[in-house]
């Protein structure tokens, strides 16, 4: 072999050798250009999904704002606890005015009967025993008579705050 053979065989290997390498070069930019698009795809359905998780806790948030509202709405029509108390120390002032004169009613009705007693049968015995069932009937009256105030009572506040 002469030096032109093995110096025109080096010039075909390298010309061989040249092609080989565009082809891997050329094989290397078409996946690279084929991985950026599928990075790109990806980017983009994770930008979509962004916007859609976002979206949907924007809705939520709608919703329990909405909630709250309603809550805060309802909050308002709710009789307040001032009212409330004030209301009630009334009822039970009331109650107590009430229950005060029964008493004295009763204290002065039983004697006024007594004296009734005393007048037409003269015996003490028989006094006794017509202020022992006094005293039950106030037993039994004075408690129905409270809760009848106290139904009157809560009647008027009910009216009072409907009127509100």
Same mark, same amino acid.
């Given at each position: 072999?002469? +030096?032109d053979? *093995?110096l &025109?065989e ?5 010309? =061989? $050798?040249e092609v080989?390498?565009?082809e ?6 078409d ?5 950026i +698009?599928?990075?790109?795809s $990806?980017?983009a359905?994770?930008?979509? %999904? ?12 709608e919703a329990?704002?909405?909630? &709250?509202?309603? $809550? ?6 709710? =009789? ?8 009630h ?7 107590l #005015?009430?229950?005060? &004169?029964l008493n004295s009613?009763?204290?002065r $009705?039983?004697?006024?009967? +007594? *004296? =009734?007693? @005393?007048?037409t049968?003269g /015996? ?5 025993? @017509?202020?022992? /069932?006094r005293? +039950?009937?106030?037993?039994?009256? #004075?408690?129905v008579?409270? *809760?009848l105030?106290?139904?009157?009572? *809560? /009647?008027a506040i009910i %009216? #009072?705050? =409907?009127?509100?």
């Open positions: 072999m002469d +030096d053979q *093995v &025109r080096i010039a075909h290997l390298r010309e =061989l $050798l080989k390498v565009r891997l070069e050329k094989r290397l930019d996946r690279y250009e084929i991985q +698009d599928h990075v790109r $990806l980017f359905s994770a930008e979509r %999904a962004d916007i859609k998780a976002e979206q949907s806790a924007d809705k939520r948030f329990v704002n909405e909630f &709250r509202q309603q $809550l805060a709405d309802q909050a308002v029509t709710f =009789l307040p606890r001032a009212v409330y108390d004030t209301a120390k009334a009822v039970n002032d009331k109650i #005015v009430n229950s005060e &004169r009613m009763d204290l $009705l039983s004697s006024r009967l +007594d *004296v =009734l007693a @005393g007048i049968a /015996g003490t015995s028989e006094r006794a025993e @017509g202020r022992a /069932g005293a +039950d009937m106030s037993q039994v009256l #004075v408690p008579l409270m *809760v105030s106290v139904l009157i009572s *809560v /009647g %009216a #009072v705050v =409907l009127k509100k």
